[in-house]
């Protein structure tokens, strides 16, 4: 079971937005302030309200308070909705609460919150990791009820339960320990350890016998100040190595949804680490689904490099996600031939759609020459073809075939390619202006795919 629609409705950054997952997994690039992230919390909270939390509140996400319609949703492979805010509805039998355990999220300010920043390890469980995984949630509530009921009656009885927990979390966290020291030495390539201590601590006889919070706290290579001892990047190995061990703990294989999110989750690790991280997740994970968002081009390219190799590519969705010129996120889909459409609005002499698909069609192109290229950060259309023709230093003679391509389009870049263009006044020059627009946009396609291929 997997998702294959997602629709976005006045969500955040999107006010009409959606799109569809054509394979098992989905890889999608897009810059900062393209709407990606929202993407992420929209099927985070979706998630959240149907397995955790029902009474989630979802105005926060309304990107303007007086709107009415306001809605996220996503289809499954079995044409079942779960959407948001409107969530009186019953799961199909074979959606339970236990699917949240083959259903996991993970972002850089999880990674960052997971190690290094609080000396108490059982804080971190509490605040973040018991959200995800139902046996440290278990354990947090058993010693939360034993202190809301403990007296001076039944002291050694609730002694008695707070031990049999302190056990099972012990037992519980040296199998995290053992598996995150397995992925971090034999798949990370790592040489450094993990390890938990413990002090459960007494409880107070002149407080009714309350009992403070267990310190639980981790060492790396045997030093307790992670922050202080080491860098960042081995920091965010260690939370990322725990969080898979979790995972692999507590995951119930016969779900029949298993989804992995993971959004801009390896910033501050060179290309090495994230190589090995990659290959642990799609060796450990073949039977997820995988979404995976990113702005890092590098990144990105590496992710499709490494499927490629593995020759796994074609289970892959690979979707760019950026700006038109309108301001509005537009997902580039390899389905859709939008010269093909405008050649038809052409034909019925539909001249204004035409020039809008041939605007769309611009526009993706040069969005891909700027990954295909790696030109640096996302601008203005006209600062990115900049960009692409300021590649002075390349001996690669495709990249110049397709700089000489890029400087015939000027002229149409002011006239049809251009989102205020709509001169149709003189017709036959704006038919003959059309035409040249497309054997220019397929003159450019074709040197893509040279290119592509060449990467």
């Known amino acids: 079971m997997i998702i294959k629609e997602i629709k976005l409705t006045n969500f955040k950054f999107h006010r009409d937005f959606k799109f569809e ?60 909705e779960l959407k948001i805010p409107n969530i009186n509805c019953s799961l199909p039998n074979s959606i339970t609460l ?17 190690v290094g920043y609080e000396d108490n390890f059982y804080i971190i469980i509490k605040k973040y990791l018991k959200k995800y995984f139902e046996s440290l949630n278990q354990f947090c509530i058993k010693f939360d009820d034993i202190n809301r009921n403990v007296n001076d009656i039944n002291n050694k009885k609730e002694e008695k339960k707070r031990q049999e927990n302190i056990n099972k979390i012990a037992i519980f966290l040296n199998q995290v320990e053992l598996r ?38 981790l060492k790396i290579d045997d030093k307790k ?8 990047a ?52 073949k039977d997820y689904q995988k979404i995976i968002l990113t ?9 499709l490099s490494l499927l490629k190799n593995r020759d796994e590519i ?27 459409i405008a050649k038809n609005y052409l034909n019925t002499n539909s001249l204004d759609e035409a020039g809008i698909y041939l605007r769309k069609e611009f526009e993706r192109i040069v969005e891909e020459l700027r990954i295909i290229t790696e030109v640096g950060a996302k601008e203005k259309l006209s600062n990115i073809i900049k960009q ?9 003679i495709n990249i110049k075939k397709m700089q000489n391509i890029l400087k015939k389009t000027k002229f149409y870049q002011q006239t049809i390619l251009h989102s205020t263009a709509h001169d149709d006044i003189e017709n036959e020059k704006y038919i003959k202006e059309l035409n040249g627009a497309i054997v220019i946009l397929n003159l450019l396609n074709k040197q893509i795919n040279i290119l592509r291929n060449n990467a």
Not at 32 to 51: D, P, Q, R, W
Not at 186 to 203: C, D, P
């Open 180 to 217: 995150s020291n397995d992925i971090i030495n034999n798949y990370f390539q790592e040489k450094f350890t993990l390890k938990f201590e413990y002090n459960w601590g007494l409880s107070n006889t002149e407080d009714d016998f309350k009992y403070p919070n267990p310190q639980i706290i």
């Open 21 to 80: 997952i054509n394979k098992d997994n989905c890889l999608i690039y897009g810059e900062n302030g393209t709407g990606k992230s929202s993407i992420y919390e929209a099927l985070y909270s979706i998630f959240k309200v149907y397995f955790r939390n029902k009474d989630f509140n979802f105005n926060k996400f309304k990107n303007n308070s007086s709107i009415d319609e306001f809605n996220a949703k996503i289809i499954l492979d079995n044409n079942y």
């Open 314 to 340: 074609n289970n892959w969705d690979n979707k760019n996600i950026f700006l038109n010129i309108d301001k509005e996120a537009l997902i580039y889909n390899k389905e859709i031939d939008y010269i093909k």
């Open 234 to 285: 081995k920091l965010k190995l260690a939370s990322i190595a725990i969080f898979f061990a979790l995972i692999k703990l507590e995951e119930d294989t016969s779900n029949p949804l298993k989804l992995l999110v993971l959004d801009d989750f390896l910033t501050s690790l060179d290309m090495a680490n994230r190589h090995y991280i990659l290959e642990y997740i799609l060796e450990n994970f």
């Open 388 to 396: 692409l023709l300021d590649l002075s230093d390349t001996e690669d």
């Open 98 to 114: 236990e699917n949240k355990k083959t259903i996991y999220f993970a972002n850089q300010d999880l990674f960052e919150s997971l």
């Open 225 to 232: 100040n992670l922050k202080l001892n080491f860098n960042e």
């Open 295 to 303: 702005h890092n081009l590098q990144f990105y390219n590496l992710i």
